[in-house]
Nanobody, 120 residues
Framework: QVQLVESGGGLVQAGGSLRLSCAAS????????MGWYRQAPGKQRELVAA???????NYADSVQGRFTISGAGAKNTVHLQMNSLKAEHTAVYYC??????????????WGQGTQVTVSS
């Protein structure tokens, strides 16, 4: 089992910045990916940014140049620096970990989510 605890969400004015953090604990072996998704009201959950196997970093096109993912590695933490925020970035942000599972291929773990609200 993997436990994920997020922090850093809140209310910010458009143009401002927020930094989200996620601390992972538990059975942290065979981690294939770690990063952030978000879900806005009435929309599907979507990838924001993630570290993937092989040291690659993936970003959603809509956040390229505004958001930066950092961390992971031995400290088992990942951060999301969000700059130049817009109202459209308002969503619940979820930390996630994908772990290799020999029986099913992989298993995803999710944090409880942290609300980010950008006022225009």
């Amino acid at each position: 089992q993997v436990q994920l605890v997020e922090s850093g969400g809140g209310l910010v004015q458009a143009g401002g910045s927020l930094r989200l953090s996620c601390a992972a604990s538990g059975s942290l072996f065979s981690i294939n990916a770690m990063g952030w998704y978000r879900q806005a009201p009435g929309k599907q959950r979507e990838l924001v940014a993630a570290f993937t196997s092989g040291g690659r970093t993936n970003y959603a096109d809509s956040v390229q140049g505004r958001f930066t993912i950092s961390g992971a590695g031995a400290k088992n933490t990942v951060h999301l620096q969000m700059n130049s925020l817009k109202a459209e970035h308002t969503a619940v942000y979820y930390c996630y970990v994908r772990q290799v599972d020999l029986s099913t291929g992989w298993r995803d773990y999710w944090g409880q989510g942290t609300q980010v609200t950008v006022s225009s």
